[in-house]
């Protein structure tokens, strides 16, 4: 059974940082893309970055470009969001996500198994 568990969300000032990390379970992770997803209240969730198994390459939404990092530990089978100068924008629940087989890395469709989400406050 696939399980994704997020955890380091809370409530940040604006120009604060927060690292919210996933914890895999149930899948050879250290084979498989992942990203990160975020859902603001009355938005769509929309994709936040990506990484590829190796974590050689990775992608990112291009409002969070110099200010978030992804990164990933196949070791232990995490992977992580590094959260920097954080706007209140940036406000949502983060969700990490695992890439189906053939996918591609960019939308929800991409993707097959995913977590319950941490939230992520930025006070202004």
């Known amino acids: 059974q696939v399980r994704l568990v997020e955890s380091g969300g809370g409530l940040v000032q604006a120009g604060g940082s927060l690292r919210v990390s996933c914890a895999a379970s149930g899948l050879t992770f250290s084979r498989i893309a992942m990203g990160w997803f975020r859902q603001a209240p009355g938005k769509e969730r929309e994709f936040v970055a990506s990484i590829a198994w190796t974590g050689s390459t990775a992608y990112l939404l291009e409002s969070v470009k110099g200010r978030f990092t992804i990164s990933r530990d196949n070791a232990k089978n995490m992977v992580y969001l590094q959260l920097n100068s954080l706007k209140p924008e940036d406000t949502a629940v983060y969700s990490c996500?695992?890439?189906?087989?053939?996918?591609?890395?960019?939308?929800?469709?991409?993707?097959?198994?995913w977590g319950q989400g941490t939230q992520v406050t930025v006070s202004s």
């Open positions: 996500a695992a890439v189906r087989p053939g996918g591609g890395w960019l939308r929800e469709s991409d993707y097959s198994f």
